[in-house]
């Protein structure tokens, strides 16, 4: 029998299916029941009760920073937005796991141009024959490119928001308070802007040595509770 057959056998065996299913069930228990459950804003008490709200569409607490994701159907810690690639949320927990990943697969899109335009330059097209190689070369180009802008726009953008210590659903709320202090005659500055190192530190940790590794976020605390500009003055 061929190898590449009696290695799939093997992989298709009951044992194996059965611990494929008990990791597939407990990555998915961990990650909408129990996760949720630790993030769980309701149970808060220490904060005074002059600064307390609650959402009008879930009924729990809801702290500063804290929107309402109308597809996950819960309130989510200084939510960024809703990510349909890895249909869950970013917010306080995992946003420097996203922001991360998104440094890295930048870098990998990057590396991958970079390779094929070599590829493409040295080849010689004159010993090519048929126009489905160059066809192939066309698509898998553009696709490469496309990816590689996204990418690179996607990472931008969020390095922008590193800096100024502030989410996507904050930016365009800043713009709106921008735009209403300009007509009273007044300025607006994010109240959550302290100082570019310190809102970096604050995302990605103290530690620099660490601030590539997404699993590093010892820093968190309960994500409730931010430093301002008034804490600073």
Known sequence: ????????????????????????????????????????????????????????????????????????????????????????????????????????????????????????????????????LKIFYVMYGTMLMAMTVTLLTLFGWHVYLVLQNMTTIEYYEAKRAKWLAAKSGKSYRHPFNIGVYTNITSILGPNMLKWLCPTAVGHLKDGVSFATIRDNS
């Open 1 to 132: 029998m061929n190898p590449i057959m009696v290695k799939a056998k093997r992989c298709l065996s009951l044992p194996v299916f059965a611990v494929l299913l008990l990791m597939i069930f407990l990555y998915y228990t961990t990650i909408f029941i129990f996760i949720h459950y630790w993030v769980d804003t309701s149970h808060e008490s220490s904060k005074d009760n002059a600064e307390r709200k609650k959402c009008d569409k879930c009924f729990a607490y809801k702290p500063p920073r804290t929107h309402h994701c109308r597809v996950c159907r819960r309130c989510v810690l200084k939510m960024d937005h809703h990510c349909l690639w890895i249909n869950n949320c970013v917010g306080y927990w995992n946003y420097k796991a996203f922001f991360v990943f998104a440094l890295y697969a930048t870098i990998a899109s990057i590396h991958s141009a970079v390779l094929f335009i070599c590829c493409v330059y040295h080849k010689n097209w004159d010993s090519v024959k048929g126009s489905l």
